[in-house]
């Protein structure tokens, strides 16, 4: 069974541009979550899909969003690219809410 | 609201002592708990968690956490560690559908 699986794993990009980072979800799982993760702030949620509807958002500006398409794949798009920005960002799915997250391995995202 | 906090930013500890990654939460109703574990340049692996039942929970690579609902505590604990158990380990709890993380714990295992 193929994991959750995030395109691209490495990104270099400059301040002011935007970037779209995907993910594919194990099979058969409808939700999709996205955390961002930095050395000084952890693993921060950014929001969950499900079903192609976001039930969740964190506390992020709005130049963060995402979407989730009819086969559950996820893309998330950061636009107008800041320095803080650079983090890793980790995409995780899971069957339902009563279940734990299997997590992707993550694009590591740098802003120059 | 929810909170998770790991007290100790880095646990050392020499290959084949046992090892405790301690874990306390703060939550409203009952807790779902997990841990995850991430080793460098990767997502996080799922460990074990506690949804409800047996306060001891037994988990993938040999490690199990004590559910300790007085003490509000999921600790994390291996009888005998590895070398390759250096990693970053994350508790994390659930509660309604939101997953709130710990700030994690570097577990450095020394030969």
């Known amino acids: 069974k193929a994991g959750v699986t995030q395109t691209p794993r490495y990104l270099i990009k400059t301040r002011g541009q935007q970037v779209t980072l995907s993910c594919s979800p194990i099979?058969?799982?409808?939700?999709v979550s996205w955390y961002q993760q930095t050395p000084g702030q952890g693993l921060q949620f950014l929001f969950e899909y499900f079903s192609e509807t976001q039930r969740n958002k964190g506390n992020f500006p709005g130049r963060f969003s995402g979407r989730q398409f009819s086969n559950s794949r996820s893309e998330m798009n950061v636009s107008t690219l800041e320095l803080g920005d650079s983090a890793l960002y980790l995409c995780a799915s899971r069957l339902d809410s009563s279940y734990g997250y299997t997590f992707g391995s993550g694009t590591r995202l740098t802003v120059v | 609201a929810q909170s998770v906090a790991q007290p100790e930013d880095q646990v050392n500890v020499a290959e084949g002592n046992p090892l405790t990654v301690k874990c306390t939460y703060s939550v409203s109703g009952n807790p779902y708990l997990f841990w995850y574990v991430q080793y460098p340049n990767r997502g996080l692996q799922f460990l074990l968690k506690?949804?409800?039942?047996?306060?001891l929970v037994k988990g993938s690579y040999g490690f199990e956490a004590e559910f300790n609902k007085s003490q509000t505590s999921f600790h994390l604990k291996k009888p005998s560690a590895l070398v390759s158990d250096s990693a970053l380990y994350f508790c994390a709890v659930r509660e309604n559908q939101n997953f709130v993380f710990g700030p994690g714990t570097r577990l450095s295992v020394l030969p």
């Open positions: 099979s058969g799982h409808r939700s």
């Open positions: 506690y949804i409800t039942g047996d306060n």
